[in-house]
């Protein structure tokens, strides 16, 4: 539990490191925006629903989808990292972000969103960003997650917000969440011990 409190305090500490470095290079790209559309939640939604599929299936519970400017699904996936035979890089989130980008290119990734049941990781956030993703939406926090998780090093966890990550950027990305988390949070309750 010691961790776990370090944790904690990481995140408080990543979030008064984020503030700090407002004046930095790159910084205020990353903005909460306080209010999501009936769209947005109906699309949080099917992710959490991905996030159920993928635990049925024997890997994490985590989903992710991209929709276009007009709230039209392009691509969605259920986590497949945790597999016996999945790649661990593979979570939904740079999956989708991928697969989108195919489909969309740089130029309609920008007016694109990433719907995520989970707050994206570093690598995700990451992926999101060099794919030219517009906004990010997602259900469960990463704070949130860590008192699935716990202080088990297996878990592999960053103690990081993605707004910690995405406010570093050359460009602005809209960052909403975490909404929805008692749903959110549905399918990994009973999954991580």
Not at 9 to 30: C, E, P
Request: a negative charge; hydrophobic letters at 40%; charged letters at 15%.
């Amino acid at each position: 539990m010691a961790n776990l409190h370090r944790r904690t305090v990481l995140l408080g500490a990543g979030a008064l490191v984020g503030l700090a470095g407002a004046t930095g290079v790159g910084s205020g790209q990353a903005h909460a925006e306080p209010a999501p559309s009936d769209a947005d939640l109906a699309l949080l939604r099917r992710t959490f629903a991905l996030a159920h599929d993928a635990r049925r299936s024997g890997s994490a519970p985590y989903g992710a989808l991209v929709a276009d400017a007009g709230a039209t699904v392009v691509v969605e996936c259920a986590n497949t990292s945790a597999l016996a035979d999945g790649d661990p890089t593979q979570h939904a989130e740079l999956t989708a972000s991928a697969e989108a980008w195919r489909v969309l290119g740089t130029d309609g990734m920008n007016h694109a969103t990433l719907y995520a049941s989970t707050e994206p990781c570093v690598m995700c956030s990451g992926a999101a960003y060099w794919t030219g993703i517009g906004r990010v939406v997602y259900g469960l926090s990463a704070r949130r997650l860590f008192e699935f998780t716990g202080d088990n090093p297996k878990q592999g966890s960053f103690a990081l917000p993605c707004r910690d990550i995405l406010l570093h950027g050359q460009r602005m990305i809209t960052v909403i969440g975490p909404l929805l988390e008692d749903e959110a949070a549905q399918p990994h309750e009973g999954y991580w011990r």
